[in-house]
Antibody, heavy 121, light 106 residues
Framework: EVQLVESGGGLVEPGGSLRLSCAASGLPLSSFEMNWVRQAPGKGLEWVSYIGTGGTNIYYADSVRGRFTISRDDAKNSLYLQMSSLRVEDTALYYC??????????????WGQGTVVTVSS | IRMTQSPSSISASTGDRITITCRASQNINTYLAWYQQQPEKAPKLLIYAASTLESGVPSRFIGSGSGTDFTLTISCLQSEDFATYYCQQYSDYPRLFGPGTKVDIK
């Protein structure tokens, strides 16, 4: 069974840092383009970041650029999101999601269950 | 690129036909996807490339449109279809989602 499992969420104070992980099972992460998407409590979906295969192309939402860093370790079949200078408005459920393989890429066909990040003093 | 959806909510009954509209602020060709999200669940891909049904998705879900105007039609609402629906463009970065349309029981 193909599965993505996020971890690393928690409670952090404003200005703090957190590293999220997304472990893949049943699929070789190295072959796929990956994303982070978040959802604030009671709100809609917000795309956060993308990383291409081999880490060659990386993109961020304006709201997180300069504070968040996406990376991947294909040997560990894992995706990461390093979050720093966290703000109250970063509070959300964070999902990792796979780009649907093939062309055109850009829709997300496999999602994890999410990990909750709460930024509060 | 900005994405809008209308209506923001729909009250409907099982068996109804409903249509949700998604509009992009500029031409995105057919680089549009639709997702369904049940409460407390991760989103589920329904349609990509504006009109291509994802594997395993029932044929009552129909996507259409190109350019800036798109629609998602559910031809005969089933009980499991009461959920929130999002469109998403992937013509360019950022890969924006629409604000969502909640479909609830009348």
């Amino acid at each position: 069974e193909v599965q993505l499992v996020e971890s690393g969420g928690g409670l952090v104070e404003p200005g703090g840092s957190l590293r999220l992980s997304c472990a893949a099972s049943g699929l070789p992460l190295s072959s796929f383009e990956m994303n982070w998407v978040r959802q604030a409590p009671g709100k809609g979906l917000e795309w956060v970041s993308y990383i291409g295969t081999g880490g060659t192309n990386i993109y961020y939402a304006d709201s997180v650029r300069g504070r968040f860093t996406i990376s991947r370790d294909d040997a560990k079949n894992s995706l990461y999101l390093q979050m720093s200078s966290l703000r109250v408005e970063d509070t959300a459920l964070y999902y990792c999601a796979r780009d649907l393989p093939g062309e055109p890429a850009g829709s997300f066909d496999i999602w994890g269950q999410g990990t909750v990040v709460t930024v509060s003093s | 690129i900005r994405m809008t959806q209308s209506p923001s909510s729909i009250s409907a009954s099982t068996g109804d036909r409903i249509t949700i509209t998604c509009r992009a602020s500029q031409n995105i060709n057919t680089y549009l996807a639709w997702y369904q999200q049940q409460p407390e669940k991760a989103p589920k891909l329904l349609i990509y490339a504006a009109s291509t049904l994802e594997s395993g998705v029932p044929s009552r879900f129909i996507g259409s449109g190109s350019g800036t105007d798109f629609t998602l039609t559910i031809s005969c609402l089933q009980s499991e279809d009461f959920a929130t629906y999002y469109c998403q463009q992937y013509s360019d970065y950022p890969r924006l989602f629409g604000p969502g349309t909640k479909v609830d029981i009348k």
